[in-house]
């Protein structure tokens, strides 16, 4: 294929991911201000650029020699691919692992403009500036030993990508399941404030009929001939039951509005609970923040509520480590 055989495609592939990674390591960084291990793998590997750059050179190299075939088939290979991936991945672990959502003249979040020209600038200058020593060190290598290295390299990438390939469904599951908890909370406090709402409705319902009887009462205590010990008598016993009524009434008012406090308060505390025992302590959340410190800027449409809560719990969970990292210290 173009006078490379397999085992120096792969080389090239693994040569240009690492450069990749370089770059990306060293961009993110800057922008954070501190070291970021970019990519979707642990090890200084960014498939992303490799799948590119080979692309690029699989498409453009018969075509080599022609500045403007060179920049536009190889922009138009790269953003075909960076779109599909893009795609493929948000659909298989529900993030985008980058997202041009803010960029002008984006498609889907996918690819844009601005990555689109650049991807042909870098066909430019991969085919005309980077590949060449690449190649140079490549093609200097025996077969067996160009074998060999593609082989090791490759067993190390397969591993690398089979666990990174877990810690992205680990945080899919993380945060389906968080979302799924949040709506059940959601439903759980919009039935007790129906609830709530109903029984205060029974309880305003009830007074307004014991007043319009106690009235009634007044009415005909004050027409009729009674003995005026009786009248008192009874004008006595009405006031103590229309006390006692507002009393009992105002008791379940004040139960219902401390039994949806405790529920409330309930709710908080299973929560903790869920986030202690499923978040802070399982290696599935563990295996979901490396993937997360690897690659800030992912982003989920549906379920962004849930991956920003596990971004901020990450914050809670290394000050609590750090916290009893300092108190063992002083103990000891």
Known sequence: MYDYYLAQWLLFFFIYCFFGWIWESCYVSAKKGRWVNRGFL?????????????????????????????????????????????????????????DYSDKPM???????????????AFSVLLIHVIHTPVERLVLSLGVRTAEFLAFFIA?????????SFNEAMDLREMIERLTESSQELKRIQKRMDVIIAVLDADVQESKKKAGELWKRADEY???????????????????????????TAQGLRDEIARLSEEMGGLQESLKMQQEKAGMVKSRRYVRSMRMLRRNPGAVSRMYREALEEIRGKSGIVSRIKRKNGRETKKKS
């Open 155 to 163: 067993v190390m990438f397969a591993a690398d990508a089979t666990q």
């Open 221 to 247: 205590l004050s027409v009729e001939k009674w003995a005026p010990e009786l009248s008192e008598t009874i004008s006595i016993y009405l006031e103590r039951a229309k006390k006692k009524s507002t009393e």
């Open 42 to 98: 642990h090890g200084p590997l960014i498939p992303i650029y490799g799948f590119g750059a080979v692309t690029v050179l699989f498409v453009v190299i018969p075509v080599r020699e022609h500045l403007v075939l060179v920049y536009f088939l190889g922009m138009a290979a790269a953003t075909l691919l960076e779109y599909a991936t893009g795609a493929v991945m948000e659909r298989l672990f529900k993030v985008r692992y980058w």
């Open 106 to 120: 984006n498609l889907h979040g996918y690819i844009c403009l601005v990555s689109s020209l650049a991807w042909g």
